[in-house]
């Protein structure tokens, strides 16, 4: 029996000749991430541990992101903690305010991903790289100070589901409605520790920003990790991005799937998921109305140039609506600076929306947007849960960047086609 493409890395960093879906093994990694939360805990670990070097400086990232700039004096020693194990180590890729960005949009960028790598990050999100063609995925804390270590991490070899994405998605729809779409098909468990592998020509309609988001929220339908197939497209991100050579693993056409599901990206429709499940789907004009009190664009799902552009595009010549607050979150200083060089930032405040620094923020019930009882917040990030931007009473509706933009206008929840110009 042949080997999905997730396979194919993993028994390649175990240095064996094929695995199957359920193998327990040892595999190298190119990357050990960690974040402002979940590093500390890994360095506190890590000095339990009889050896306590790095065991490769440019293989361990920290990226501050989740409270900064420091909130609070808990962020601030949570900082300090990851600043000073990563000048002691003299990692050389440490980001802080100045470089920052949120993780899984900065890692790309920064080009420290490419095709065939095996990643972990301590953070669930990790799963994003796929949209490379990488094997990558989140994990604990413990097994990131493991991984920091020793440069190995313990994987139970996953089965898969495949994907086929035909068609071309029509004006508005975008990489997060596909995969709101998928989760809502499947469910928040539908996928529990099974890769999630895409193919089919449809893909050639999707950017990479749509294929970032995509595999993003592969754990919001609780997948190990999710992969696409390296074309053109993913090729000319790396060699724009990064100077690492990268290896292209491909499906063998006998590998087994647990299911394969064909997705009609032209059939798709802006899509919400209403509280509190990222399953909790329902196209736009299904719906009644539903007013909100908040509308946040940005997180490492949807942060970047593109998601900023198609905000700004709404939001031109428009106001937001009064009482409603929109806020706008860059995912890393190069978006920011990007989108200041294109106006979008002069568009986004002449709107009436605020315009953050990079931070994960709100979308964790952070900071810099935190909802109080009984409020509606539209965002475009990747999880709704009770109470996860503030408090239990409150609700998250998940959207693309276009729809959250036109909400904000409209001051309820509506797709950019329902706006008067």
């Known amino acids: 029996m042949g080997m999905t493409m997730t396979q194919k890395i993993l028994a390649a960093h175990a240095g064996l000749s094929e695995v199957k879906a359920g193998q327990l093994i040892e595999a190298d ?15 506190n670990e890590m000095k339990k541990m009889k050896n306590q070097n790095v065991f490769d400086r440019d293989k361990v990232a920290l990226i501050m992101d989740h409270f900064i ?26 980001f802080d305010v100045g470089e920052m960005g949120i993780e899984h949009a900065l890692v790309p960028e920064k080009g420290l991903v490419v095709a065939g790598d095996a990643v972990i990050g301590a953070d669930s999100h990790t799963c994003t790289y796929g949209a490379l063609g990488a094997f990558s995925t989140g994990v604990g804390s413990t097994d990131m100070a493991a991984g920091m270590v020793t440069g190995k991490a313990w994987f139970k070899v996953p089965a898969a589901l495949k994907f086929v994405l035909t ?14 779409h998928i989760i809502g098909m499947i469910g928040v468990d539908g996928a529990l520790y099974k890769s999630m592998e895409f193919t089919g020509d449809g893909i050639a309609n999707l950017s990479m ?4 988001t995509i595999c993003n929220m592969a754990i919001e339908a609780g997948g190990k990790n999710g992969i696409f197939p390296v ?44 509280p509190h499940l990222p399953e909790n789907t329902k196209e736009t004009g299904t719906f009644g109305e539903v007013k909100i009190d908040q509308a946040v664009i940005g997180s490492c799902t949807n942060g970047r140039i593109s998601d900023m552009r198609v905000a700004a595009e709404i939001l031109k010549g428009r106001k937001v609506a009064k009482g409603v607050r929109c806020i706008v979150i860059p995912a890393t200083q190069n978006v920011y ?31 810099m947007g935190i909802l109080a009882a009984g409020e509606r917040c539209v965002s475009t990030t990747n999880r709704n849960f009770v109470g996860r931007m503030g408090h239990v009473d409150s609700e998250v509706y998940l959207t693309s960047p276009a729809v959250a933009a036109a909400s904000a206008v409209a001051g309820r929840i509506v797709c950019p086609c329902e706006l008067k110009d």
């Open 29 to 43: 990694l190119d990357l050990v991430m960690g974040n402002d939360i979940t590093s500390p805990v890994a360095i």
């Open 69 to 94: 700039p420091n909130k609070d004096i808990k962020s601030a020693e949570n900082c300090k903690c990851c600043r000073e194990f990563a000048a002691r180590h003299e990692l050389t890729n440490y």
């Open 167 to 180: 068609g071309k998605p029509s004006k508005w729809v975008s990489g997060k409605d596909v995969i709101l």
């Open 209 to 212: 920003d749509d294929r970032f």
């Open 231 to 274: 074309d053109e497209l993913a090729a000319a991100y790396m060699k724009e991005h990064s100077k690492r050579d990268y290896k292209v693993y491909e499906a063998d056409p006998d590998a087994e799937y647990e299911a394969v599901y064909t997705v009609d990206l032209s059939e798709l429709k802006p899509t919400v998921a209403f």
């Open 337 to 367: 600076l990007q989108a200041l060089r294109e106006g979008l930032i002069e568009t986004f405040i002449e709107a009436g929306a605020v315009v953050s620094t990079p931070t994960c923020g709100p979308c964790l019930g952070g900071y």
